[in-house]
């Protein structure tokens, strides 16, 4: 490469060569500026389009029909929580289960296995898990329901929180371990009351930040779920959720409607960011020095 | 160690029947969209891909604009989001000083953690608009591509194009993440090395670092291309959802995650219902063997850490 240069006197290629530098070093502070022009944007226009439609009513009310105004996403607020307690009931445990099988026993072919199908499960499309839970929940049952769409939300909980449990066990140190069982502890209390324990800040970390992620999923409810417009806390019919209802409001043609969806995805996002962020400040603080 | 009680027994039961959950529920995928796509499939063969004709009146379903849109849309995505995020992962791993670090990071992060449906939002009311009385004209009149098919036509309200956009907005920190994870794996002495025999920062990036990485790095774009392959609300809410090929990116188009989330529920015969099973099946394909090839590229890399 510096071969070609050799007409060229040292100085001037030294002076090219550190100018080629700064102008990379510019274009990565470029794009880190251009990367944060959308997320800017994002939260500016939620804030100017639907902040003037949120209000208390909007909190507590189910949505009125097309063409009256007021009414809220009250129901769907009431029925996001419902979804997400069953999809945490369904993912955690097994989740942790699994995490746990995956920290104590690395190395054999099932955990290999598990730990690559963990991952490519985490990457699969939601609308797949959807249909499959259509297929499998829904089709049997002949009718849509709030239990279907929770199940659809543990089963993609699963993989997530068996990889960060995986990793905040294993930051549990050995000797640990090797201490309680030399006290006479069975494995299972050692598992459970020693290292799991020990971890339980970082996987209640993982955790939330599982719940955060499956709390803005719509694909997967769309076909389980289905939505309601009305209030509902039965788990064998269809049930309103807050992504399924910023949905159906933004692509419906009523200006109301379309305000409504801002003001929803106000209140989502929130949801949302408040957990990542108190789970991105829990775990700063435990890993501050292995960073 | 020989006098494992019943208790330590139904403990290690349960959590090897939580960890076999993960390849069960796997296989069960591709099983019951297999069975349910079976139908469509064995009737339209070869045909469903390569044909356009998708009537669910008439009983015909072709999936090629479906699969065109989804290859189209996604790889315009990654044209897009893989520099971008390349850039901004050399931006935090090489560069960045330390008060600015932590704040782009967090600003990536928060990206990823914004829900699909919100981004769609975003689209139909922001982006969409935009593309359409500024860039649109723009890219068609002022540089004078109009006139090639690319860009060619109306300026539509929902084209490829605001989809592209939006999948490529959703994917980059899911790329720079992956790609600031293996960039940081790459051991310090190999930078030392660089840097010892005199190259400039970039010159120790560009036959040092990137060297080191490519596998990883590889991997993290295909991670984002699954990601693109099948997102699916954003998409649904700015492509227009017209079973057409159509060369133009002002156009509007279709993908196969947009067609089911579009018609399942309004699937009333058994073989429409096969049909986007079928395309389920179609996409559980694509998506799986990009992300296994993409974790097993990124193993690669980041195995001398772990």
Redesign the interface.
């Known amino acids: 490469m510096s071969g070609s240069h050799r007409a060229v006197s040292p100085n001037t290629h030294n002076r090219r ?2 100018a ?2 700064r102008v ?2 510019a ?6 500026a ?3 022009v ?2 800017l ?2 939260l500016f ?2 804030l100017v ?1 639907g902040a003037s439609s949120l209000s208390f009513g909007f909190l507590v009310h189910a949505p009125k029909p097309a063409g009256e105004t007021g009414g809220g996403m009250g129901n769907a607020l009431v029925g996001s929580v419902i979804l997400l307690v069953i999809a945490a009931l369904v993912g955690l ?6 995490g ?3 920290a ?1 026993r690395p190395r054999t072919t ?2 290999n ?2 730990r ?6 985490n ?10 839970a ?3 929940l829904v089709r049997p049952m002949h009718h849509f329901s709030a239990l279907a769409g929770g199940i659809a939300l543990g ?1 993609m909980m ?2 997530m929180v ?1 990889r960060t449990t995986e990793e905040m066990l294993r930051l549990v140190p050995v000797s640990l371990r090797e201490a309680a069982l030399a006290l006479g502890y ?4 050692t ?2 009351t020693v290292v799991l324990r020990t971890a339980t800040g970082g996987i209640v970390t993982g955790a939330l930040v599982a719940i ?2 499956v ?5 997967p409810l ?2 389980t779920a ?1 939505g309601n417009q009305f209030w509902s806390l039965s788990l064998a019919r269809p049930i309103a959720a807050l ?1 399924l209802q ?2 159906n409001y ?2 419906a043609p009523y200006d109301d409607w ?1 305000a409504q ?2 003001a929803g ?1 106000i209140v ?2 929130a949801f ?2 408040v957990i ?1 962020v108190a789970a ?1 400040v829990a775990t700063r603080r435990r890993h501050d020095s292995a960073d | 160690m020989n006098n494992r009680s019943g208790a330590d027994r139904a403990y290690a039961v349960f959590t090897t029947a939580s960890a076999a959950v993960i390849p069960i529920v796997v296989g069960l995928v591709f099983i019951a969209l297999a069975i349910a796509g079976w139908p469509a499939l064995r009737q339209f063969g070869t045909s469903f891909i390569t044909s356009s004709a998708w009537d669910p009146v008439a009983g015909q379903f072709g999936a090629a604009p479906a699969i065109y849109g989804t290859l189209v849309s996604s790889a315009l995505a990654l044209l897009i989001a893989g520099p971008l995020a390349l850039g901004v992962a050399l931006f935090l791993v090489e560069f960045a000083p330390g008060w600015l670090r932590e704040p782009v990071a967090f600003a990536v992060e928060l990206l990823a953690a914004i829900p699909s449906v919100v981004y769609g939002l975003w689209g139909i009311f922001v982006l969409v608009p935009l593309l359409r009385r500024y860039v649109m004209p723009f890219l068609a009149d002022t540089l004078h591509l109009g006139n090639t098919p690319l860009f060619s036509g109306p300026a539509y309200v929902t084209s490829m194009l605001a989809a592209a956009l939006i999948l490529a907005i959703m994917i980059l920190p899911y790329i720079s993440a992956v790609s600031r994870e293996v960039l940081r794996a790459v051991p310090r002495s190999q930078r030392e090395a660089a840097l010892a025999l005199g190259a400039t920062r970039w010159e120790m990036i560009r036959d040092a670092v990137l060297p080191y990485a490519r596998s990883g790095l590889v991997g993290g774009l295909m991670l984002g291309l699954g990601r693109a392959l099948g997102e699916t609300m954003a998409v649904t809410m700015v492509i227009g959802n017209q079973h057409q090929i159509s060369a133009s990116l002002f156009a509007p188009g279709y993908t196969m995650a947009s067609l089911i989330a579009n018609e399942f529920s309004e699937a009333t015969t058994p073989l429409h219902v096969a049909s986007l099973m079928a395309v389920g099946l179609l996409l559980l394909v694509t998506t799986f063997i990009v992300n296994a090839g993409a974790r097993w590229l990124v193993w690669q890399t980041g195995r001398s850490r772990a």
């Open positions: 060569r550190r080629i530098n990379v070093i274009i990565t502070y470029l794009f880190a251009l990367t944060t959308p997320l944007a994002i226009y939620l389009r445990p097994v989740g942790v289960g699994a746990l099988r995956l104590e099932l955990s296995t598990v690559f199908l963990a991952d490519v499960l990457g699969l499309p939601s609308i797949v898990m959807g249909i499959f259509w297929q499998l089963v699963i993989p068996a069975t494995r299972w209390r598992s459970i955060a992620r709390a803005g999923e719509t694909a769309l076909f289905f992504p910023i949905f933004a692509i379309n969806a801002w995805a989502l996002l949302v960011f990542s991105r």
